[in-house]
C-alpha cells in the first residue's frame, strides 16, 4: 500500500503525554514515529497500548532471546516487514546470528539448526499466528522450561505483536524516515 489509510500525525500533533513515552523509550531505537503518529489518533488507546508494550518489553521475565524469537516469527507470519524490521536488531542484541534471524522468516523451520527452546518459541507463534490450539506436547515442552508467569507473557507477546501487525498492515502504516526520527526526537 503505498499511500496510508490513516496517515501518521506529526509528532507536533500528539498529546504531550505520548510526545513523553516517545521520548522515555529512546532505548528502543528509531523507527517508532509513524508507528505513534498513527496511535495518535486515539490517544487514550495508544497509552493504554504503548503501557502494555512497555511492560512486555522492558518489565518481562521471558529471556530477550524468547521475546524476539516470538516476535520476528510472528510478522514473518502475518507479513509485516515494519515490525520485523524493527525487530532484527535487537535479536542480534538478544544473541540471535544474521542466520538465525533470516531463518525466523523461512517457511521451514527444520531448515534451520534450531536449539529445541528456540523451535518451541518458533512453532508456538505460527500455531497463533495461524489461530490454531497449541498442541499438549508443545505446551509441555514449553512449560517443562519457563515459569508460569512466562508462558502467559509469551502468549501476550505473540498476541500484541499480531495485533500491531494487522493494525499496521491494515493501516498501511509506512516505516519511519530518517528524517522523521530526527524531526521526533527535537520535539
Known amino acids: 500500500?503505498?499511500?496510508?489509510?490513516?496517515?501518521?500525525?506529526?509528532?507536533?500533533?500528539?498529546?504531550?503525554?505520548?510526545?513523553?513515552?516517545?521520548?522515555?523509550?529512546?532505548?528502543?531505537g528509531p523507527g517508532r514515529v509513524n508507528l505513534f503518529g498513527t496511535l495518535a489518533h486515539h490517544p487514550p488507546l495508544a497509552e493504554a497500548w504503548l503501557r502494555l508494550a512497555q511492560v512486555l518489553t522492558h518489565q518481562g521475565t521471558l529471556t530477550m532471546r524468547d521475546r524476539?524469537?516470538?516476535?520476528?516469527?510472528?510478522?514473518?507470519?502475518?507479513?509485516?516487514?515494519?515490525?520485523?524490521?524493527?525487530?532484527?536488531e535487537h535479536a542480534r542484541l538478544a544473541g540471535l546470528t544474521g542466520a538465525d534471524v533470516a531463518a525466523t522468516g523461512s517457511p521451514d523451520l527444520s531448515a534451520h539448526p534450531w536449539h529445541l527452546a528456540d523451535l518451541a518459541v518458533l512453532t508456538t507463534a505460527d500455531h497463533l499466528a495461524r489461530r490454531r490450539e497449541l498442541p499438549e506436547s508443545l505446551w509441555r515442552q514449553l512449560a517443562d522450561r519457563l515459569r508460569a508467569e512466562q508462558l502467559v507473557e509469551l502468549l501476550l507477546v505473540i498476541g500484541q505483536?499480531?495485533?500491531?501487525?494487522?493494525?499496521?498492515?491494515?493501516?498501511?502504516?509506512p516505516p519511519d524516515t530518517p528524517t522523521a526520527n530526527a524531526d521526533a526526537a527535537e520535539r
Not at 516469527?73 to 524490521?85: E, M, N, Q, W
Not at 505483536?161 to 498501511?172: E, K, R, S
Open 161 to 173: 505483536c499480531a495485533m500491531v501487525c494487522t493494525t499496521l498492515n491494515t493501516l498501511g502504516t
Open 68 to 88: 524476539e524469537l516470538a516476535i520476528l516469527r510472528t510478522s514473518y507470519r502475518l507479513g509485516c516487514d515494519f515490525v520485523r524490521a524493527r525487530h532484527e
Open 1 to 28: 500500500m503505498l499511500t496510508p489509510r490513516i496517515p501518521p500525525l506529526p509528532a507536533d500533533q500528539w498529546p504531550p503525554a505520548l510526545r513523553d513515552l516517545l521520548g522515555a523509550s529512546s532505548q528502543d
